[in-house]
């Protein structure tokens, strides 16, 4: 029923019916476990804020050289580190939205993903 990224959604649907066929009689109301599951997410947020990335900078091909080519996955098929105008693009052959370049953070990499919608 669920096809997605919808992790909270899941949650909540499987504990309803885990609680429904295993213990019919005890009232599971699915209000007390998302709010059960925002007060995690809270906890988790204040606990771990996401670091500021506003300083990134795309990765040059010259950096990137020993790691550009192109890499076999078994889900995503191939995958390619590409030189594309001054920059380093990541795509996913199986996967046309799963493209974007590559950034520097630092002493880390980090893929800025074209989609926005992609949970990065």
Not at 53 to 61: I, L, M
Not at 68 to 78: I, L, M
Request: some cysteine.
């Amino acid at each position: 029923m669920i096809n997605g990224e919808a992790d909270d959604a899941r949650t909540v649907l499987g504990e309803v019916l885990t609680k429904h066929f295993a213990r019919p009689r005890i009232a599971r109301i699915v209000t007390l476990i998302t709010d059960a599951l925002a007060r995690k997410a809270k906890q988790h947020a204040e606990k771990s804020p996401l670091p500021d990335t506003s300083n990134q900078t795309p990765a040059t091909p010259a950096e990137m050289a020993a790691w550009t080519g192109t890499y076999r996955d078994p889900w995503f098929g191939d995958i390619t580190l590409c030189p594309h105008d001054g920059k380093v693009r990541f795509a996913a052959m199986k996967s046309p939205t799963l493209t974007g370049t590559v950034m520097r953070y630092g002493i880390r990499r980090l893929v800025h993903w074209d989609n926005g919608e992609l949970d990065t």
